[in-house]
């Protein structure tokens, strides 16, 4: 079997969230499994670009509308991911230091997208499924049956995987022009609202159509930002299937990233050498119990609830603990937060910014991880959080709901609220800070959470599934 991922992230080659660890852990795990998985994506300029080598698989010529654009797929030369990875690399409109944020991303992924499809229709094989993650692939279910110069991919079983569904690409019709020729007849397809709707189009195209976790799934025909009726009208194509984490980059025994290795054996003793790195680097206590938040500082994650519940919580627990937060995001949250910081000098600190070897940092040498999260698809932040022996404090929505137990049920280990408001986080922070002076009890949730598997290994059968059905 031959799957194509068709993404805008993948790590390490490009990464703005989870999207990019999922795709570039999936077909590592599904070529282990004996499955033909490779990945094709933007080419951007990012430090893997230039630290790779790379050689010219095709260059060929494609219209987006009335423009006649050259684009080159290049492949990464030593397997070095353990799957093979394409590059569209599209002068001018694709190659740019980030993957998402410009004016014109709808014209950058429109024609990312032509091109793979055109590459693909030349290929002399077809093959066995075309695997489109998120909506920068969501138009090439579409493309692939009613675009008349690609009819021969007509017939090629196509996956969507939603990985959030708030994003959807919305193009105005005036941009209609930008698809290839296409039956005018299947108008319906495309259509949302009134707005070409990618997201929309994928979900009605593609032969089946999964989610990141169970929960989300459920979550979906009542919140979807304006795809409920369908979901809930394609709900027997869609299925639920929870993200693995790689354990191959995410194991505190072998992560380079930290200043001290540990396992289950040694984790108290591990992560203490850790937190104690981290508290100088910053200037605080590692005595006290360390919380952090790590992601994109937007109303999806709750950031913005953090600057008043962490104000509130410095009030009621003073400097009885330490609270750590990198991401990066709305510039109002990004300023509230570091104020409270200036103001809070001794117990809040505040990194804006992307960083991947501070991210594996604080997951080693926090004691809590906070994810208040209104939407949370899957969450992989809370995954890697527990292989670190890290408690996480999750609001019960989506992924979080899937993966952590209340520590006040039997065999619970995490803390869950209903709330993303500052009383829920405030009352969370105080059970947090009790359950740190019971140290018995925090070493077993430290340990029966490192043992939790969620390695790919389990969810490449699910998808394997999905593919055998179509
Ligand atoms: P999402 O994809 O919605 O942002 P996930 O929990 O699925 O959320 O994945 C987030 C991924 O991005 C994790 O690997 C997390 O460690 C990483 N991440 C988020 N923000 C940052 C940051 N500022 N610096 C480094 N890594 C980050
Ligand atoms: C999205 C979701 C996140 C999920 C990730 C990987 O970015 O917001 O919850 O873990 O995709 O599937």
Not at 51 to 59: F, G, H, I, M, P
Not at 448 to 456: A, C, F, G
Request: with cysteine; hydrophobic share 40%.
């Amino acid at each position: 079997m031959e799957v194509v991922h068709i993404s805008a992230e993948c790590y390490p080659v490009a990464k703005a969230g989870g999207l990019g660890d999922v795709v570039g852990a999936l077909p590592k795990y599904q070529n282990k499994a004996g499955i033909v998985a490779k990945v094709v994506m933007p080419m951007y300029r990012t430090p893997f670009l230039y630290s790779s080598s790379w050689v010219v698989d095709y260059k060929a010529k494609a219209f987006m509308g009335a423009w006649e654009f050259e684009y080159t797929i290049i492949k990464e030369a030593n397997n070095k991911l353990g799957f093979d990875v394409y590059l569209v690399d599209i002068h001018g409109l694709l190659d740019r230091q980030k993957i998402y944020g410009y004016p014109d991303d709808t014209e950058r992924f429109t024609a990312f997208q032509i091109a793979v499809v055109h590459w693909m229709s030349h290929w002399n094989h077809r093959p066995s499924v075309v695997h489109c993650h998120d909506y920068h692939a969501g138009l090439i279910p579409f493309m692939m049956q009613h675009c008349y110069d690609y009819q021969n991919l007509k017939e090629v079983p196509s996956v969507l995987t939603i990985h959030n569904a708030q994003y959807q690409g919305w193009m105005d019709w005036n941009k209609s022009t930008l698809i290839p020729r296409w039956d005018l007849s299947k108008k319906g397809l495309l259509d949302w609202g009134g707005s070409i709707n990618p997201l929309a189009a994928a979900i009605k195209c593609a032969r089946k159509v999964t989610t990141v976790s169970p929960s989300y799934m459920l979550e979906l025909m009542h919140h979807a930002n304006g795809l409920e009726t369908l979901i809930a009208s394609e709900k027997n194509k869609c299925v639920g299937i929870l993200n693995g984490i790689d354990h191959e980059v995410w194991n505190p025994s072998t992560d380079n990233y930290l200043t001290e290795y540990f396992s289950v054996k040694t984790v108290t003793a591990g992560k203490q050498k850790n937190k104690q790195n981290i508290c100088d680097q910053f200037g605080l206590d590692a005595a006290k119990p360390l919380f952090v938040f790590i992601g994109r500082l937007v109303g999806e994650k709750a950031a913005d609830v953090l600057p008043g519940a962490l104000h509130i919580a410095v009030q009621t627990y003073g400097a009885k603990a330490s609270y750590v937060i990198l991401g990066s995001g709305e510039p109002a949250v990004e300023a509230g937060l570091t104020n409270l910081a200036l103001a809070n000098n001794n117990c809040i600190k505040v990194s804006v910014g992307y960083n991947e070897s501070l991210s594996h940092g604080l997951y080693a040498a926090a004691d809590f991880l906070l994810m208040p999260s209104r939407v949370e698809p899957c969450g992989l932040n809370q995954l890697y959080a527990m292989r670190y022996g890290t408690v996480p404090m999750v609001r019960s929505t989506g992924g979080l709901q899937d993966t952590v137990i209340d520590m006040g049920d039997e065999g619970g280990y995490g803390i869950r609220f209903t709330h993303a408001n500052e009383t829920d986080i405030v009352q969370s922070i105080r059970r947090a800070v009790e359950v740190f002076e019971n140290k018995k009890h925090l070493l077993w949730m430290r340990e029966r959470m490192m043992q939790i598997n969620h390695s790919w290994e389990q969810t490449v059968q699910s998808y394997t599934r999905v593919y055998d059905s179509i």
